[in-house]
Nanobody, 125 residues
Framework: QVQLVESGGGSVQAGGSLRLNCAAS????????MAWFRQAPGKEREGVAAISTRYGSTRNADSVKDRFTISRDTDKNMVYLQMNSLKPEDTGLYYCAAVPASGTCHLTVDHYNYWGQGTQVTVSS
């Protein structure tokens, strides 16, 4: 069982930056895919970025490429999402997710079985 706790959300003006943090209770000596998802009011949850804790390989959604960067610190059981050049359409509740895996990390909701409670990001124009 893995508990995930997100932090770092907040309100920012368009063009600004935020860094989200995801603390995992344990990796239990296993490799994981870790990912960030977001959900805006009235919309479906969508994948933003994913990373393999084993290889450090990443995958980003087209909507955030060149703006968002996912990274991990396996010694601290942490995953980060650095968000730059934020836009109002980036507003939403951001969730950290995890699944035991050592292969390709996907950006689909059903690929993950552990979820945090979410942290709110609001970008004003």
């Amino acid at each position: 069982q893995v508990q995930l706790v997100e932090s770092g959300g907040g309100s920012v003006q368009a063009g600004g930056s935020l860094r989200l943090n995801c603390a995992a209770s344990t990796y239990s000596n296993r490799w994981y895919c870790m990912a960030w998802f977001r959900q805006a009011p009235g919309k479906e949850r969508e994948g933003v970025a994913a990373i393999s804790t084993r290889y450090g390989s990443t995958r980003n959604a087209d909507s955030v490429k060149d703006r968002f960067t996912i990274s991990r610190d396996t010694d601290k059981n942490m995953v980060y999402l650095q968000m730059n050049s934020l836009k109002p359409e980036d507003t939403g509740l951001y969730y950290c997710a995890a699944v035991p895996a050592s292969g390709t990390c996907h950006l689909t909701v059903d690929h993950y079985n552990y979820w945090g409670q979410g942290t709110q990001v609001t970008v004003s124009s």
